[in-house]
């Protein structure tokens, strides 16, 4: 098993320990969703409601042997936006982990539209749709992050009419939640299907 593979099921298996919601997003999603492609991290959303419980959830993980590495708001909206994690030694891998608590505003509903998928060889775990990852990728996209461009390339060739139709109500949401970043995020999901 890859060290990356260890990791992700690491965390899974952490999470659901925890009974938390979550889904994959981020490049490994990508390359599930659309062509495989090189990745060093795992991006999670997570559903929590607020940031009491993403913070006691992270306080779990770090009883399971998980360290924090960082820890970022998402300061238009005051919340708990991100928690990057490192493995446990004994895992003996580099891979850090993202979990997404509040950093788009639609980390729930990517949670309860995710597919399970295996993603690595023997690693099964639920990976947000396309349409999901679109808008992740829309928002997050910037001249310093050019393998956004790739991805969202890619994934508008894997989208499906129904995919675009799902991205701009997620992009709506993402607006109407105050997390889009002064980004039209409608008409930047829209541009990329042009």
Same mark, same amino acid.
Do not use: N, Y
């Given at each position: 098993? @890859?060290?990356?593979?260890?990791?992700?099921?690491?965390?899974?298996?952490?999470?659901?320990?925890?009974?938390?919601?979550?889904?994959?997003?981020?490049?490994?999603?990508?390359? +599930?969703?659309?062509?495989?492609?090189?990745?060093?991290?795992?991006?999670?959303?997570?559903?929590?409601?607020?940031? +009491?419980?993403?913070?006691?959830?992270?306080?779990?993980?770090?009883?399971? #042997?998980?360290?924090?590495?960082?820890?970022?708001?998402?300061?238009?909206?005051?919340?708990?936006?991100?928690?990057?994690?490192?493995?446990?030694?004994?895992?003996? @891998?580099?891979?850090?982990?993202?979990?997404?608590?509040?950093?788009? #505003?639609?980390?729930?509903?990517?949670?309860?539209? +995710?597919?399970?998928?295996?993603?690595?060889? #023997?690693?099964?775990?639920?990976?947000?749709?396309?349409? #999901?990852?679109?808008?992740?990728?829309?928002?997050?996209?910037?001249?310093?992050?050019?393998?956004?461009?790739?991805?969202?390339?890619?994934?508008?060739?894997?989208?499906?009419?129904?995919?675009?139709?799902?991205?701009?109500?997620? +992009?709506?949401?993402?607006?109407?939640?105050?997390?889009?970043?002064?980004?039209?995020?409608?008409?930047?999901?829209?541009?990329?299907?042009?």
């Amino acid at each position: 098993m @890859t060290p990356l593979s260890s990791a992700l099921r690491s965390i899974g298996d952490s999470l659901l320990r925890e009974s938390a919601a979550f889904a994959l997003v981020g490049g490994l999603a990508v390359s +599930a969703r659309t062509e495989p492609r090189f990745t060093r991290d795992i991006d999670l959303a997570v559903a929590a409601s607020t940031d +009491a419980a993403a913070e006691d959830l992270t306080r779990q993980l770090v009883r399971h #042997g998980w360290k924090i590495d960082a820890i970022t708001e998402q300061e238009a909206v005051d919340r708990l936006a991100t928690v990057r994690l490192e493995p446990p030694s004994a895992l003996g @891998t580099a891979a850090v982990v993202d979990l997404l608590f509040a950093s788009s #505003g639609i980390e729930s509903e990517l949670v309860r539209d +995710a597919e399970s998928l295996e993603v690595l060889p #023997g690693v099964v775990v639920p990976v947000a749709t396309v349409a #999901g990852l679109l808008v992740l990728k829309a928002l997050a996209t910037s001249p310093a992050r050019p393998q956004d461009e790739v991805d969202l390339t890619a994934l508008v060739a894997a989208a499906s009419a129904d995919d675009r139709e799902q991205a701009r109500r997620l +992009a709506a949401l993402v607006i109407e939640r105050g997390f889009h970043r002064e980004r039209d995020l409608v008409a930047e999901v829209d541009r990329r299907f042009t």
